[in-house]
């Protein structure tokens, strides 16, 4: 499950994972027992720090978008073993102050900074493995924004300005 996380301007949330120079979007599993929306406010709150009451859930992937990871970044040899996800992407909108984004709500952060960015600026910076599930979420959420996706040019990205 992804969140893409949007202000009144219509940019968006990318955070930076810890310790990394590596930006993403928050996105996390789902346990057996929860929907992708309880699975979705769940990580909000872990990740950053919100609670359900601090944004308004805009919509979400009809379907469910999936990446594989690269065969180097594939954990074996300790469980669980994890060679992609299955994702269902949800926009939100921040209700409340942005100083309410935080990073210490779990004792394992995943992100140590955060930024707002032009919506479709995610697409040249996330890895490359993850491009392809990140175009078509934000292609299919943008029009709940009033955004028109800038069209690629031989399916190559847009550069980050």
Not at 24 to 39: C, D, L, V, W, Y
């Amino acid at each position: 499950m992804g969140i893409v996380l949007a202000n009144a301007r219509g940019e968006v949330l990318w955070a930076k994972r810890i310790g990394q120079e590596a930006w993403q979007f928050p996105q996390g599993g789902i346990k057996n027992h929860e929907t992708p929306e309880q699975a979705m406010f769940r990580e909000l709150e872990e990740e950053l720090g919100l609670k359900p009451d601090h944004v308004e859930v805009l919509g979400c992937t009809g379907d469910w978008l999936r990446y594989r990871l690269p065969n180097r970044l594939i954990r074996r040899g300790r469980p669980p073993v994890c060679i992609g996800q299955k994702q269902r992407w949800f926009l939100l909108r921040l209700l409340a102050s942005e100083s309410l984004v935080r990073f210490d709500a779990t004792g394992a952060p995943e992100f140590d900074g955060w930024r707002w960015v032009d919506y479709a600026r995610p697409l040249a910076e996330v890895v490359a493995f993850k491009r392809e599930v990140y175009r078509s979420a934000l292609s299919e959420l943008a029009p709940l924004l009033g955004i028109e996706m800038p069209v690629t040019n031989g399916g190559r990205v847009p550069t980050a300005q």
